[in-house]
């Protein structure tokens, strides 16, 4: 399946983050990347949707996975069976 609307919300600087934009970008994932540092409102929305305040955060068609590394990403990703497969 391949998903509408990938948003990721990262910290600058964040090694998690810059790891899950690489993944991303090696397997053609097309994302918007949200600073919730320089962006309140991304922010407030990170937090709304996750509970938390760490990142990365990635909201997939409203699937949400929250603080976590390419090594928690791979496993969810396949379990939503979005695309590419990895």
Same mark, same amino acid.
């Given at each position: 399946?391949?998903?509408?609307?990938?948003? #990721?919300?990262?910290?600058?600087?964040? %090694?998690?983050?810059?790891?899950?934009? =690489?993944? +991303?970008?090696?397997?053609? &994932?097309?994302?918007?990347?949200?600073?919730?540092?320089?962006?309140?409102?991304?922010?407030?929305?990170?937090?709304? #949707?996750?509970?938390?305040?760490?990142? %990365?955060?990635?909201?997939?068609?409203? =699937?949400? +996975?929250?603080?976590?590394? &390419?090594?928690?990403?791979?496993?969810?990703?396949?379990?939503?069976?979005?695309?590419?497969?990895?």
């Amino acid at each position: 399946m391949k998903p509408n609307s990938i948003r #990721l919300f990262i910290k600058p600087g964040c %090694p998690w983050c810059e790891e899950v934009q =690489e993944w +991303l970008s090696a397997h053609d &994932v097309p994302h918007e990347t949200l600073d919730v540092i320089r962006d309140p409102k991304a922010r407030a929305e990170m937090h709304q #949707l996750t509970g938390q305040s760490k990142a %990365p955060s990635l909201d997939v068609d409203g =699937e949400l +996975l929250a603080d976590f590394g &390419v090594d928690e990403l791979i496993p969810w990703w396949r379990q939503h069976g979005f695309s590419p497969k990895v």
